[in-house]
């Protein structure tokens, strides 16, 4: 199992006046990095070990916000090893509670990051000390090369904006925190994110560039031909230095198995033997993996090792490039697809264009970072960051076109472990059938024609998914309400908001429908007019990576709506999305279609064209049939119209005693004003489900309405305490309360 960090480790009884612990701690300092933040805002976040009621060998992350300036020069004094004192506000990192959410808690427990620190202090130190040979004497040339980093960084700072410095920086300098948040996307949406990693593909220009120059097989430009130093001592000098190149960007996971490759490259031809791809990459996975074996959980890992491997492995059976590269993206496809659950299909030719143009992009940020260290200021300097600019500018724009395109994602949904074992053995039976044992003529046909069809197979069972039957998820939206339903290939999103998380849709919603592989949302239903039900909703309106077929409000005059309901209209006109406004006794029917049965929304409530004395009244409340199962979804509706529910499902069931349903949503979050013992008289639910946030400054779900579900016979579940909730609906009238593995690899 993995190992995770436990709060309970620490104590502490110190507040600030929104009840959040600050706690002090004293330990040494491990490591630091500049992050930007996505409001453009600077932070030193810095690593302290042996941390007091911390396990041995984890650390702590304190966020120090600030100047650049400043936290540059706190970053220069905070040398590894030095003891000081921190303080700031604790927060425990949150393991993912949604289908699809990136798990937090688990990314940082591979790294040994027990909890952050966040408006954190540092004390024990000077900004601006200078480090000391006798201070440091183990890690100096380590800090001479943090110190190095952050000198070329204030350069590319100095001649470019934040977003380009980002950029370069990231490509160069490993200054990964330092990429905006529109980057990110960008490059991620287009599948270009991994030229912003240092990889082989950045070790093999710097180094296979520098052993070149040195033995005087390549030539730079302008100056006279240099006849070079040899091989062997331009290994060892090119070996060297790598070596620090490994030290100044940290040594992450790619950078150290780009490194150890190279180095074992420059020792084959010290010794005159054959380099051997597979074995360098065995012996790196072996030492990463001797030093921490929780790397093989890490995305990073995976994907470079992943990489690597089918280079290798092409090299054995291909020999044309169009081949080799058709075999890398085959090969690659189920583990990205497997991470992201989408695939950007432009993203094979844009690689085309762009992998050429790092041949240049990386030198220009070294001759950038020369001339602005040599002549600051300079014409030199000017034109090499206008060339700079215009490259990376070429790069955002054609991935930005690209990503106009349409078809540019495609969601996929994330492939079981099932679907990617036998997609691999079809691509591996491809490969054997064109490069086994030869044959001509029409025997030769045969195998590429058998081939081909296994290819396209296996592509067919890792892309193509079949929903069938009826599936809920209660989404943990924190202080909100969330709710997908899927039957057979419909989907239904009803409400999608929050008011305690602030980027719900984009750490949330979007990957949990990208998980589902959700493309199409064929009726968005928006309960009421209330932010904690419409937020990601409304974003995911303005985005439209997602098509939304119709958009449901309730029926109300038009001088109660309010600012985000009218907000979604306009959303809706704007993408051409048409409105269906909704009301007492109005009913939709989901024809049924190859092994699902028919699906039935009735609406109960608000009555049409009424006035109400709050939005929470006018909760559009429905009732879902499929089959012999029925569940109750109420929105925010208040103890005051709860009757008028109550009469529309008597009339609809056509009796004085229609007898229970076997799911209701509880209204407002488990308010006591809500879900009263005449309503429950009424739907008598088996199951009810509660939305609402850990620790939320209302206290909900009261325990007065826990109490009334409780005697009513009903098992009540809250997204507090058991993260998403997911029921398998049944036509006889059966359910299964289940879990979905949350997170992604």
Known sequence: MLRLFEPGLYCGNSFDKYGHRIMAFD??????????????????????????????????????????????????????????????????????????????????????????LYNGRVTGTVP????????????????????????????????????????????????????SSETKLLYKDSGIIH?????????????????????????????????GIGIRRAALVSAAVMILYGMMTGFGVSVFRAVLMFLVRQAARLVNRTYDMLSALSLSAILLLAAEPYCLFDTGFVFSFGAVTVIAVSAEFFKGSLSRGLFFWLFMLPLFIRSSYSFPPYSILLNLIILPLMELLIPSVMILIAAGALLPGSMAAGISSLWLRMILYFIDTLSGRAGALPYSTLITGRPSVVRMAACYTCFLLSVYL??????????????????????????????????????????????????LIRCGAGNILADGGSSSESALYEYSLYPCLSYYGVRNIDLMIISHDDYDHLSASYELLEEGRIRVKCLCLPDIPEND???????????????????????????????????????????????????????????????????????????DLESTQEESAAEAYRKYKGSPDPGGIELLKVAHHGSRDSTSEEFLDVFEPQLSLISAGRSNPYGHPHKETLDRLENTGSRVLCTAEHGAICIRAFPDGRFLVYNETYGTD
């Open 27 to 116: 330990g040494t300092v491990k490591d630091r990095y500049l992050k930007l933040s996505s409001e453009g805002q600077f932070s030193l976040v810095v690593e302290l070990e042996g941390v007091d009621k911390i396990p041995e060998g984890w650390s702590i992350l304190v966020y120090i916000d600030g100047e650049e300036d400043g936290l540059a020069l706190l970053e220069k004094s905070l040398f590894r090893g030095k003891h000081v004192s921190a303080a700031g506000t604790v927060y425990l990192f949150r393991a993912a509670t949604n289908p699809g959410e990136f798990d937090l808690k688990r990314y940082h427990s591979i790294k040994k990051h027990a909890f952050a």
């Open 128 to 179: 601006g000390e200078r480090i000391r040979f006798l201070q440091a004497p183990v890690t100096c040339i380590g800090e001479w090369l943090r110190g190095f980093r952050i000198f070329c960084r204030r350069i590319l700072l100095d001649n470019l904006d934040i977003r380009e410095a980002g950029t370069a920086g990231a490509m160069l300098l490993g200054e990964k925190g330092m990429i």
């Open 195 to 227: 030229i912003l990693a240092i990889s082989g593909l950045h070790v093999s220009l710097i180094g296979s560039g520098l052993f070149g120059i040195l033995t005087g097989r390549k030539k730079l430009p302008g100056l006279p031909a240099f006849e």
């Open 434 to 483: 064109i490069s086994g044992k030869k044959a001509s003529g029409q025997g030769s046909m045969k195998r590429k024609t058998g081939a081909v069809l296994l290819t396209v197979f296996g592509l067919l069972i890792l892309l193509v998914r079949i929903h069938t039957g009826l599936d809920i998820c209660m989404l943990d939206v924190g202080q909100g309400d969330g709710i």
């Open 561 to 635: 709506k309010g600012e985000w309901y009218r907000k979604l209209e306009a959303a809706a006109d704007l993408r051409g999305i048409p409105v269906a406004y909704m009301a007492k006794g109005d009913v939709l029917v989901r024809e049924a279609s190859t092994g699902t049965q028919e699906l039935t929304l009735t609406v109960l409530h608000p009555e049409h064209g009424r006035t109400y004395a709050d939005a929470n009244e006018t909760s559009l409340t429905f009732l879902l049939s499929y089959g012999e199962f029925d569940a109750l979804f109420t929105g």
